[in-house]
């Protein structure tokens, strides 16, 4: 039986006191996702690509019909009731997310397309205003291309400076090396919680406090966190955090930047265009209130609403439990795929989300990558849009197995049969 947008308190079989999945728990989940009952190539589709998109479970793909079977129309613009109804629904979904990140204020959470477009509003913004030439930026050596680039393009605009703070061989942050480079230059960091080529979860609260200490505003790239642990903004009192819907089991093309409201309302606008402005004549134009502001144009009403599903399942299931399951799907996989002979995990960090990322010898990952998929199992090779941590390894990069909840021990076994019989093709 699906568990739908009920919590998993109400089913009789669930485990919903126990702090992880039972294999019941993830047998029924898995029943609420059309995709993963497919074969692929002739066997049954393992799906552990979820760190590039998660599947969808059918709450999503239903209010995502919903929306356009029955409550078609524009937000915030129609005396309708279509309008109204897709209005309200929009609206809800803006608080789900607050209630989802912990944020003050709804006006505090801005849709973007994704954690991608979240950054780049935050660097043409924010970052026009407050960066000036002599003036630094600071990431982290495992930063995914989404939070280098559009600081890099920043800096070469303004004739700012983008710092590094290097990781360790095993993929951790070097934190003394983080908070040396926090100078009276930094105007800002910008640090992934959760690095997507390593699987590395990094100390943000810590870093945020001695950032703070140092009066330097932090945005956190949250693409890879939000799916698999429980965040609260207030709580890391985190200045920006990003993050994307589709790696959160809800729709591509929507995202979220949270921003502190006293930051966002001192702003420039993002775009220009319809619902961001208050009034308009040929010569002067007066911006909207937060968020709609940020907002300009007919959003993707769609993604917004579906979204807001996704995040009712989640909360559904519960992220601690979430959390704990995937935990355990780790370790059994890194218990199962590190003795494997001629294989090396990369990214062995003690702080790790639930992917393993792994080079096998003399074996180019998208060959390994393309065997798997040969015996359903779906993951992926190449270097994850984190070149420099490529670089960092001297590796053109790599095969990645990244786990949702809904994925099994049996699954993991799979994974490392799918591996062995690309060791037997390629006679390693
Ligand atoms: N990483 C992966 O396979 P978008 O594309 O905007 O939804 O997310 C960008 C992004 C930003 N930060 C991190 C840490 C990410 O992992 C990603 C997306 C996917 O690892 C696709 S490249």
Request: hydrophobic share 40%; glycine share 8%; aromatic share 6%.
């Amino acid at each position: 039986m699906a568990i739908t947008g009920l919590p998993l308190a109400v089913h009789p079989t669930s485990a919903s006191s126990s702090e992880t999945l039972t294999s019941a728990d993830v047998a029924r989940i898995r029943q609420d996702f059309p995709a993963l009952h497919q074969m692929v190539h002739g066997q049954p589709l393992v799906y552990l690509d979820n760190a590039a998109t998660s599947q969808k479970p059918r709450s999503v793909l239903d209010a995502i019909d919903h929306y356009y079977a029955e409550d078609c129309a524009n937000v915030h613009r129609g005396v309708h009731l279509l309008s109204q109804r897709a209005s309200d629904s929009f609206d809800a979904a803006r608080q789900k997310v607050q209630r989802f990140l912990g944020a003050a204020h709804s006006k505090e959470i801005i849709f973007t397309r994704g954690a991608t477009e979240s950054i780049n509003l935050v660097a043409a913004t924010y970052g026009r205003k407050n960066i000036c030439a002599g003036d630094e930026v600071l990431i982290t050596a495992m930063e995914h291309h989404s939070n280098i680039v559009p600081w890099q393009m920043l800096c070469d605009e303004k004739g700012a400076t983008l710092r590094v703070a290097p990781i360790t061989t095993s993929g951790e942050l070097i934190i003394e090396e983080f908070e040396r480079l926090l100078t009276p230059r930094t105007k800002l960091a910008a640090i992934s919680h959760i690095s997507n080529a390593l699987g590395t979860v990094n100390p943000i609260a810590h870093m945020i406090e001695m950032a703070h200490r140092k009066n330097v505003p932090v945005l956190v790239d949250g693409a890879q966190a939000v799916p698999h642990a429980a965040v609260n903004v207030q709580a890391l009192d985190c200045d920006f955090y990003a993050f994307s819907g589709h790696k959160l089991y809800g729709p591509t093309g929507i995202g979220v930047l949270y921003g502190k409201a006293k930051l966002l309302e001192a702003m420039p606008p993002y775009q220009g265009g319809g619902d961001m402005i208050r009034t308009v004549s040929f010569t002067k134009t007066t911006y909207n209130s937060l968020p709609y502001k940020f907002e300009a144009g007919t959003p993707d009403i769609a993604g917004v609403i579906g979204l807001g599903a996704a995040i009712d399942y989640v909360n559904a299931i519960g992220l601690d439990r979430i959390a704990a399951y995937e935990h355990q799907l780790l370790e059994y996989a890194t218990q199962r795929v590190s003795p494997l002979p001629g294989l090396r995990i990369i990214g062995t960090a003690r702080e790790k989300a639930g992917l393993v990322s792994f080079v096998m010898d003399g074996v180019h990952p998208h060959d390994l990558g393309t065997i798997m998929d040969r015996q359903g199992v779906a993951v992926r090779a190449g270097h994850h849009c984190a070149m420099p941590v490529m670089e960092l390894f001297g590796l053109a990069g790599t095969t990645r197995a990244s786990f949702a909840f809904y994925n099994t021990l049996e699954e993991v076994d799979t994974l490392v049969a799918a591996i062995q019989k690309a060791r037997e093709v390629f006679g390693q």
